[in-house]
């Protein structure tokens, strides 16, 4: 059975097990879907650490390091800078009308990080402590690129090393394998939990105009806008083979709401339904879940609109 199938048949279990069956205030489920989704990430910041040392040490010694890392950022921006549009011009265009405001202060937003911040996490005092921090994968992928970059000073050297890390990187991507295969288990635990939780937000419909904006525009970007952008990239494949290609991953982020979750079923079907080599597949995925939030844009942008015409006396017409 396809990945792809077997994460929309876990879905599609977890949800309706979530909406039946009672499961209390939620905490319980909660803490337990945040366990079960340890598994899809199990695997993931060792199998980035060993495979973008070695990938960066290739693409160094094929002088395509700078053009790749340039690339990736490249797109990962401007994409984000696209679907920002793209949320913007859907709110206006929908007009997901007035959300009713609330004094319930018992949730809050957690703070977004500085830029310095970031920053300090990247170039940080003690190198090893990046292989610590799951949170951001990105310094621990730059203290990689730097030992793969060491790796290219005396070949004779560091042969042994590079094997080791080859080996490394190579068992690592089994082990991940298996942890995508059997992924579909805990997104029934997850699918569960979040069916759960959203039938027991309270006015829940109010913000139907608003998933309803959101759910065009997602339609617009994955129907229209991202094949047109992949057919203008390569003419010779059909850009809707390359998304499909990614269904799997796109349906473990939709359930679990972690883009690193998904990252390891990504890097699978990206090598091995799409043809990306681990070179370049290694050095650009952490580069791309840093920069290329262009989901987390689009919504972010409507949704401040939306809040925006909430507060305001005048609102969008």
């Known amino acids: 059975m396809k990945i792809w199938l077997k994460y929309l048949i876990a ?17 319980v489920i909660d803490a337990v879907a ?3 989704l340890n598994v899809g990430r199990y695997a993931l910041l060792p199998l980035v650490f060993f495979s973008v040392a070695v990938a960066a040490f290739e693409l160094h010694e094929d002088k395509r390091l700078h053009r790749v890392w340039f690339k990736t950022a490249g797109y990962s921006i401007a994409t ?7 949320g913007l011009a859907g709110a206006f265009i929908f007009t997901p009308g007035r959300i009713p405001l609330s004094n319930d202060s018992s949730t809050s937003a957690g703070a977004a990080p500085t830029v310095f911040g970031i920053l300090g996490a990247i170039v940080s005092p003690d190198a090893l402590s990046t292989l610590s921090a799951f949170d951001f994968l990105l310094p621990a992928a ?12 005396d070949k004779a050297a560091t042969r042994p090393v590079v094997a080791v890390f080859d080996s490394l990187s190579r068992i690592l991507w089994q082990i991940n394998s298996f942890f995508v295969e059997i992924l579909p288990l805990p997104l029934i635990i997850a699918a569960a939990a979040r ?13 139907g105009p608003l998933f309803a904006a959101i759910g065009f525009e997602t339609a617009f970007v994955v129907l229209a806008l991202a094949p047109l952008a992949l057919w203008l ?59 290329g939030r262009s989901g987390t844009a689009m919504v972010t942008a409507t949704a401040f609109v939306a809040i925006l015409n909430s507060y305001s006396n005048l609102g969008l017409g």
Do not use: C, W
Request: hydrophobic content about 55%.
């Open 195 to 207: 069916a759960a939780s959203l039938a027991k937000t309270p006015r829940l419909a109010v913000y």
């Open 34 to 36: 945040g366990i079960a």
């Open 233 to 291: 990239a390569n003419r010779k494949r059909n850009p809707y083979k390359t998304l499909f290609a990614l269904a799997a991953p796109a349906i473990a982020a939709l359930v679990s709401g972690d883009s690193y979750l998904q990252a390891g079923a990504a890097a699978k079907h990206l090598k091995e339904s799409l043809g990306v080599r681990r070179r370049s597949g290694a050095v650009s995925m952490p580069l791309a879940l840093a920069l």
């Open 80 to 86: 984000v800078f696209v679907l920002s549009l793209v």
């Open 142 to 153: 730059t203290f990689a690129m730097v030992l793969g970059l060491g790796f290219a000073f």
């Open 11 to 27: 879905a599609v279990i977890g949800a309706a097990a979530g909406l039946v069956i009672p499961l209390g205030d939620g905490s």
